[in-house]
């Protein structure tokens, strides 16, 4: 048995008033997508439990079946073992995003314009980490370059009881001075932030980015702190081996610390312009060597919702449909059986550009137990089978049963 698992990052929502009260699920031309809910366990799933912030590194454990109850030390320690900083226990790790901050001359007066700095790219952000890296970096902080904007700090003997870290993301066009911590503890993380807007502002990457008519990465925003990673490895859970194709270094994090196989994709973004048929060639080449289990890992439609782009987040969903599901069913064809899940991690409603806890829609194809699904698998069809799981931990054990 192969298994195979498809994942819309933040692809659930709530009826968006520019597509006609519908939501992007609903608007969606996916054929490949609905003609296996029509022969599918169609239901919904409860990602993110009770007292946890619905963020992708919770939502996604959960949909691999680690409890996050059990597995969760933070997000950026993930990060940091996918770009191999190799975590003592005594380190604290914080996610470090380059922003833009409005240009207003006390900091905490700034808003947050853009959470990734106009999708800055890796190259350019190497250069700002490197500066930011020799003004702050020392014994104690130590700076790591990643995709992108999401690059990582690693305290040595830091803490955890940081008060509040927002995610830069849960606060677009919003003024920072509230989101900011009060903790002492959070002190120097804070004025390090506040130093980097006279740091970077005159920095030659922005000037140029400037110059070019995009946003500048003129300031570092630090959140996501936790310790080191203590995930089982996903075979002696599963007796399986298994694989996660993503371009985020969270998911490849996962991977890592789970011991699955995690194969680098030339051209993967973790956005619309991702190399779509290169991360789906990938996973079958995996099953094809040897894992039983592939988790194929999809940025897009959550950066839509960041971003407030409904148009694009229907166009991320068929993008998917269109050019990563037929190579996959294709290369399906040659196994006596399997199962592919179809689903996100959780919602990213472009009302609220932010994670929500509410349950996903899921989808569970079994190619020799085809059962009567729904015609258009999307939030309310999926509501409406009376199916409901009541965990990740849980829908991993449904995807494995007979």
């Not at 996050?68 to 993930?78: D, F």
């Not at 970096?137 to 370059?145: A, C, E, N, V």
């Not at 190399?275 to 894992?291: D, H, I, P, S, T």
């Not at 999307?378 to 991993?396: D, P, R, Y």
């Amino acid at each position: 048995m192969k298994y195979v698992v498809v994942l819309y990052d933040g692809m659930a929502d709530y009826p968006v008033p520019q597509l006609g009260g519908k939501t992007p699920m609903e608007v969606a031309c996916k054929p490949n997508f609905d003609s296996l809910g029509k022969r599918s366990v169609v239901g919904l799933v409860k990602t993110v439990p009770d007292g946890m912030k619905p963020g992708s590194d919770v939502a996604n454990m959960s949909v691999m079946g680690f409890d996050p109850s059990i597995y969760y030390t933070g997000r950026s320690p993930l990060e940091a073992a996918s770009i191999g900083v190799d975590l003592k226990d005594t380190d604290v790790t914080l996610r470090l995003n380059t922003v833009t901050l409005s240009d207003e001359e006390k900091f905490e007066e700034k808003t947050m314009v853009d959470y990734c700095a106009g999708d800055i790219s890796t190259e350019e952000a190497r250069q700002i980490i490197n500066t930011v890296g020799e003004h702050f970096g020392s014994d104690i902080y130590k700076f790591y370059s990643g995709v992108s904007y999401r690059h990582c700090l690693v305290w040595n003997g830091g803490t955890t009881d940081l008060g509040n870290m927002t995610p830069p993301h849960d606060i677009s066009g919003k003024v920072i001075g509230e989101y900011l911590s009060k903790s002492e503890n959070a002190a120097e993380l804070i004025r390090m932030m506040k130093e980097s807007c006279d740091l970077l502002k005159n920095h030659p990457v922005n000037l140029k980015r400037i110059e070019q008519g995009k946003r500048p990465a003129n300031a570092i925003w630090l959140w996501g702190e936790g310790k080191k990673p203590a995930l089982s490895p996903f075979e002696e859970l599963y007796s399986m081996k298994g694989a996660v194709v993503s371009a985020v270094d969270l998911l490849k994090g996962i991977a890592k610390c789970a011991k699955m196989e995690a194969p680098e994709v030339e051209g993967a973004t973790g956005y619309i312009d991702t190399n779509f048929e290169g991360k789906a060639r990938a996973g079958v080449q995996a099953l094809k060597n040897g894992c039983d289990y592939v988790y194929i890992h999809f940025e897009a439609p959550d950066e839509c919702g960041h971003r407030r782009e409904p148009q694009n987040k229907v166009k991320s969903i068929e993008l998917i449909d269109s050019r990563v599901l037929p190579i996959i069913l294709e290369g399906l064809k040659e196994y006596d059986d399997y199962k592919i899940m179809i689903l996100p991690d959780h919602p990213t409603p472009i009302a609220t550009a932010t994670h929500a806890s509410d349950p996903v829609p899921f989808m569970i194809y079994h190619k020799n137990k085809e059962v009567a699904g729904v015609e258009s698998v999307n939030e309310e069809s999926a509501k409406a089978t009376g199916i409901f799981v009541k965990s990740g931990v849980e829908l991993m054990k449904k995807l494995l049963e007979e």
